[in-house]
């Protein structure tokens, strides 16, 4: 581990510190604190960031004032007609699609990553092994979208050339149009993001799980302990900290997803998330005030992982 | 072949490990068989890519009649021979949309609209030899600028002694994860001020700012472990923090600073939402050129999976050569974007 930091013996100006900070701090400031006090000023505006949100209401209808823009962001999409079209509506919603990516990568990820880790320990072609299971990191989503898509091809001959029909068809089924049946194609693209990072999360555990002293898995298995028993009692209870590390990189990381609904859907057929929705109103509908309110949005979920990230950091520089 | 026998052998649990070899097996072929279909794909000629499935490539007489050869009695090999082509490849690399292919129009003599037939054409803009360069003059300037900013101040951070040095770097490990989304819109509005959009050094700067903060921790975490003694004997020889910096910190730190690099190159190369925004069809890259082809030009599958493998093949080269720098890069520290 990082041996303990220690004041300098070196002299040194009050100057000259900052000397070399300065770059940084310089394009820090003008990329991400100054656009991030912006974001947050234009959410209050209008279409085009000249007057208040409050002018963009139109009367008889329902108006939130100057958060008129996150009463667009927040309800725009779902039907609050009824209680079952509120809860229908909300499941094709960017907010309802968010709880599902969450759910559904965040466990598959985590769970594939570790059961595999946990397989190909010790194994002979286990640095093998682990590069397949790597590989999809290195290349882009778009490139993977274009992978999948070709995967989910839904033929609209005879003929299916996507292997996943074909393989529904060999079996007597009929094939499935995968990427616009909802609540079908959703799971879908779940399964594209959890293609790609369950090898990020396999090798961050893989490496815990090696740091256990042999000793310890001997020991119970002389005392008659199963593999399975092994891997619950043991195993996972000691790379907690490690799973949870993982668990939250990984919510960050799907609630910042874009890439891959926009290559493969378009956010369309009720598979928009925040940031494709947030691109839609950019650019699509050039209303800054609304796509910058979703911005926001998207961060206050990720602030407690701020919070979270700034307390671990300043546990460890304790231990240091 | 992959072997899954155990290195550590336990012959008590029989079942547990066929079923844990079965396991593997299972994930990596699910893993493996989505890229082997786009490869195959890539190099199979239209009428055979709609009409048969990749996994009958090796089948000779499937698919329509004009795919068949026109030798009914040739050998496999020679029928095989005619049953993939590299024209899916040229084809995307000069962004050739015609109905034939590049090289049939070409060689019949009738140019094909707005190509030369020469070299010249890899620089079509619609292609993806044009956007292979701009990929590249995208991608260098942005994992060079942020290592080198980063180098100064993860300096300033592990070996100099300044008021809110603690400070200043916890903001930096909280900015870490702060999502581009948030910064999008002003940066846009701030760089149509300046006339910037739709240039490379709109992209550059803006990679450079969010590239650093996961650089500066990391670097400044592999800086801070190099040993004490090394920087005392050279201060008390006289050397300043300069000297230090350039003539101790900079060769000690080459490994992470390589982790880094390759890491930071994928990060960019691979990343389509900053060239949308910022780049657009002005300057296309490849993920832009093979999103826009998904999206909106519905270009066949034969360009599509020609493209994506060309856009591939960097990071792939990349992965497998340096791959324990780039696993390095990787878990380094908490995540960004």
Redesign the interface.
Known sequence: ???P??????R?G?F???L??L???I??S???????I??VN?SFQNAS?TASAETTCREGQACWGAFENYRYALTNELNTSSVKAFWDSFWVSSYGNMVKWLVGMVSGTVI?GL??AV??D????EA??K?????????????A???????Y?YGT?Q???G?LN?IISAFGGDPVAFLSKVPLNTFMLIIVGT?MWTG?CM??LS?AIKSIPEEIIEAS?IDGA???KIFTKIQVPIIMPTIIVVIT?MV??V??L??IV???T?GNYGTNV??TR??TE??ANSQ?GR??A???I??LF?VP???M??RR??KE?AMR | MISLTRGKTNKNFDLTRLLTTIGIIIILVLWLIPTIGLLVTSFRPLPLINTTGWWTALNVNNGPAAAQHPDPNASYVEKLGTRFTIDNYVDALTGYRGTKSYLTDCRSGTKPLGMNCNLSDLLNPRGMGRAFLNSIAVTLPSTILPIAIALFAAYAFSWMNFKGRYAVFAILVGLQVVPIQMTLVPVLRMFAGMGLNGTFPAVWLFHTGFGLPYAIYLLRNTMSSLPKDLFESAYLDGANHWKVFTTIILPLTTPAIASLAIYQFLWVWNDLLVSLVFLGGSKPVMTYQISNMVTSLGAGWHLLTAAAFLSMLLPMIVFFALQRYFVRGMMAGAVKG
Request: aromatic share 18%.
């Open positions: 581990m990082a041996k930091t220690v004041a300098p013996v070196m040194q009050k000259v510190p900052w070399y900070l770059p940084a701090i394009v820090m003008i990329f991400i604190l100054y656009p991030m912006n974001t234009l960031g594939i059961l595999f397989w190909v010790g194994i002979k072609s093998l092994a590069s397949i299971i790597f590989m999809p990191m290195a290349i882009s989503f778009v490139g979208g274009v992978i999948w898509k070709f995967v091809n001959s003929v299916q050339t292997i074909a293609w990020f090798t961050l490496a298995r199963t593999d399975y990189t960050i990381n609630l910042k874009f890439d926009y290559v493969m378009g925040l940031a947030m691109y950019m650019y800054y796509g910058t979703i911005a926001v998207l961060i990720i992982f701020i919070i990230n700034i950091f300043i520089e």
